[in-house]
Nanobody
């Protein structure tokens, strides 16, 4: 059974850092494009970062570029999202997602992903 589980969310003050993790079970995560998305209350879900398996290409939304870093740990079947210099506008539920097509180049489009985790909440507030 394919499953993705996010962890690492929490509450942090502006300027702080969090590291989110996405752990996969039921499949080898390293073969697939993985994306991180977020959804703030009253807003649409948006793609913020992704990492490809074919060539290791990485993409970031402009809103997080320079502050967030995505990485893989294939040995642990995990993908991480290091979030630094957090702002109140980063407050959202964060989700990881996987394509079901091997070696696909990643994108920030929701429709390119087939499996989703349940989300982890991030709150940035003073």
């Amino acid at each position: 059974q394919v499953q993705l589980v996010e962890s690492g969310g929490g509450s942090v003050q502006p300027g702080g850092s969090l590291r989110l993790s996405c752990t996969a079970s039921g499949f080898t995560l390293g073969y697939y494009a993985i994306g991180w998305f977020r959804q703030a209350p009253g807003k649409e879900r948006e793609g913020i970062s992704c990492i490809s398996s074919a060539d290791g290409s990485i993409y970031y939304a402009d809103s997080v570029k320079g502050r967030f870093t995505i990485s893989r740990d294939n040995a642990k079947n995990m993908v991480h999202l290091q979030m630094n210099s957090l702002k109140p506008e980063d407050t959202a539920a964060y989700y990881c997602a996987s394509s079901q097509i091997r070696y696909k180049i990643c994108s920030l489009a929701i429709t390119d992903y087939d499996y989703w985790g349940q989300g982890t909440q991030v709150i940035v507030s003073s």
